[in-house]
């Protein structure tokens, strides 16, 4: 899988999990530039990117994750 | 999308979109629920809040900080008790148990361990009981590993038996007392596999005691604890005949050429279903048939030698080429239960289509193969045991006399004639200690003869009973043809020379017998040994009780407000009062 096949995987879980079809991701997308992003989504949000891509992250892997861009590179690294 | 069997990671995945659909439903009922916290709840509530959209409970929610659920119950400061919660739910798990054993500890450790583990559970539930409502609480599961293999099982000092042990107690307490309700999380973890559920690493990184992906399950099983307390459980289990309850077309194949029992391996899926349709008839369940047939063949295929299942234990059997919709409502309107109540099951996803189709609110569980029929309904929870009383195991029974009872009618041409051939009884008294289960249960559930549609928690009901400050009056009707159980309650408020009747309901089993009468003379006599002159009446409308309307004019109310369609009466007790029921003979029990 390429790692534009995975970014755009990866925006169609964030929209289901907003709930909004705008949502447009890239590399620099942060927790700050959805509204809804909060802690609890950000685990759904791993845990659903573990099932759809069917891998598993450490939590020493995703404690300092610190955009999009680095989420898609540990999910590429795992692939 | 949410019911039974469901696609968890879906759920999760879609949780705005579902709810944005789900609180369109109409006739929500308000519930508050307070959602206390051993392990991570914010995503809990989330997912509880669709499955009990669902099932048409509106919650409120006041989530407790994390892992203080005993601190919220036994030191409350007054903010969980001024949320007034309609239910608490008590999220724990086994990270939650102390203390727990050590393998090889002598055994008088283990059992003071035990007792000391449980008696904080206790100590729980006893503060709880302040708060006046349900505590649904996790009970707790099994390891994921064992330090000693299966020795774990056996030794007072393994974790395996200290669960089961654990378990066992909270079973005992929650069986003998009527507000405690367990959650079984321990077969939860069990059906979905303990390996999975109990992945450490979700615990480890964010505190939640199952992989995340099975807070589905979780929030389901829930739900269907706090509509089944809040008396949204169906009914009715309407069965479909060729292909569901037995292999074949009866039709076609006859009697002798379908499978049905141990000799194939079809036959033991059919024969399971019945079995499974039988248990659910034991505990009060009503059965019905739904079949495209004609209806000699169709009864002939009960006479199969390993039919489980006879013609007589159906109280409705619908056997012709009418459209399934349709004989649905037929038998529902002969049962004189709301369609709505109804499960269907049929293995024809066509029939299934066009009964869902219908928007008549009945269930239509998505079957698939037929050794998973039984488990599939079954999981769905429409029929969610939370109390078992003896009319729920006598009520097939009832439903027969009643049929029974009808027959008679029928060769009456006088209808009060036919009233006083059945021998009416009625015992009417004070709400008992020993029937407030089923007072409470019959109050939660009767939505037809129900004037304010009012319900209660069991402690509530419990305060009515005993405060001088009401008036209760339950009647329990007997016949020639059986015992109905208690049918009909009333609750009123007095107030000086007023009373104000807050409840009135009447099972719709015994509509027309002059039940109600009876009722009102009692509260007339009760009344009016009270000092109280005038009665206040009144009547909310909801979207089944139209039935009762007029019924405070029809015995001689004044209506004295209007409120839409609501309305409030009055009835001045005259110096003179002559009994209205002539039909059944009143004994105070």
């Not at chain 2, 499974?276 to 009503?286: E, H």
């Not at chain 2, 239960?337 to 008549?360: K, M, Q, T, W, Y």
């Amino acid at each position: 899988m390429t790692r534009e096949e995975v970014m755009a995987k990866t925006n169609e879980v964030f929209c289901d999990i907003f709930d909004d079809d705008e949502i447009v991701i890239t590399d620099e997308t942060t927790a700050a530039d959805i509204e809804d992003w909060d802690s609890l989504e950000q685990i759904n949000i791993l845990v659903a990117l573990e099932k759809l891509f069917s891998i598993k992250f450490a939590v020493s892997e995703v404690e300092g994750l610190a955009n999009v861009g680095e989420m898609i590179d540990l999910i590429m690294s795992k692939l | 999308m949410l019911e039974y069997p469901f696609d968890p990671s879906y759920i999760m995945q879609n949780k705005r979109a579902l709810k944005k659909q789900l609180v369109k439903k109409e006739g929500l009922l308000q519930k508050r629920i307070a959602l206390l916290s051993g392990t991570t709840v914010g995503e809990l509530k989330n997912i509880l809040e669709l499955f009990l959209l669902d099932q048409g409970i509106q919650p409120e929610f006041y989530v407790g900080d994390y892992g203080r659920w005993y601190e919220d119950l036994v030191f409350d400061d007054g903010t969980l008790a001024n949320f007034h919660p309609d239910v608490i739910f008590i999220n724990t798990s086994a990270h939650n148990l102390a203390p727990v054993p050590h393998p090889g500890e002598p055994d008088e450790l283990c059992a003071s361990k035990l007792d000391e583990a449980f008696g904080k559970l206790q100590n729980a539930w006893k503060a709880a009981e302040a708060f006046g409502c349900p505590v649904i609480q996790n009970n707790f599961e099994y390891p994921l590993y064992r330090v000693m293999g299966n020795y774990d099982a056996v030794s007072p000092s393994g974790r395996v038996r200290f669960i089961r042990q654990i378990n066992e107690r909270m079973a005992d307490y929650a069986f003998s007392h009527k507000n405690l309700y367990i959650n079984d999380f321990n077969y939860l973890a069990a059906f979905c596999g303990l390996d999975r559920f109990c992945d450490p690493s979700y615990y480890n990184s964010y505190k939640y005691a199952q992989d995340p992906t099975f807070i589905p399950y979780l929030a389901h099983s829930v739900a269907l604890i706090v509509k089944s307390i809040f008396g949204k459980n169906k009914k009715a289990l309407m069965l479909d005949l060729d292909n569901t309850l037995w292999h074949g077309v009866i039709g076609d194949d006859g009697v002798e050429g379908i499978k049905l029992g141990y000799e194939s391996p079809e036959g033991i899926a059919h024969a399971e279903l019945q079995q499974y349709a039988k248990d659910l008839a034991g505990i009060g369940v009503i059965l019905g048939v739904c079949s495209k047939n004609e209806e000699a063949a169709a009864k002939s295929g009960f006479d199969h030698p390993s039919s489980i299942l006879h013609a007589d234990d159906f109280l409705s059997f619908k056997a012709n080429w009418e459209p399934k919709q349709l004989n649905l409502q037929q038998s529902a309107k002969e049962l004189n239960v709301g369609v709505d109540s109804f499960v269907f099951a049929d293995d024809n996803p066509a029939e299934r289509e066009i009964v869902r189709g219908a928007n008549l609110g009945v269930a239509v569980p998505e079957l698939t193969v037929p050794e998973r029929f039984a488990e599939t309904i079954a999981n769905g929870g429409y029929f969610e045991v939370t109390s078992l009383s003896a009319d729920d195991v006598r009520r097939a029974e009832m439903y027969k006399e009643n049929i029974a009872r009808e027959k008679q009618q029928a060769s009456f041409a006088d209808y009060g004639e036919y009233l006083r051939s059945l021998e009416m009884r009625g015992y009417i008294g004070p709400f008992a200690p020993a029937a407030l289960e089923r007072i409470t249960q019959l109050a939660n559930k009767t939505n037809q003869f129900n004037l304010t549609t009012r319900r209660y928690q069991p402690a509530e009901m419990e305060a009515r009973a005993a405060d001088p400050g009401y008036l209760t009056l339950a009647g329990r009707l007997e016949d020639k043809f059986g015992d109905n159980g208690i049918v009909t309650e009333l609750i009123a408020k007095l107030e000086g020379d007023h009373a104000d009747i807050e409840l009135w309901i009447m099972s719709c089993r015994v509509f027309k017998r002059e039940l109600e009468y009876a009722m009102f003379d009692e509260l007339v006599a009760a009344l009016r040994g009270r000092g109280v002159r005038t009665i206040v009446g009144r009547y909310y409308k909801t979207a089944k009780n139209a039935i009762v309307a007029d019924f405070y004019g029809s015995l001689g109310f004044v209506k004295t407000g209007q409120n839409g369609d609501d309305s409030v009466w009055e009835y001045q007790i005259p110096q003179q009062y002559e009994n209205k029921n002539h039909a059944i003979e009143v004994i105070h029990p």
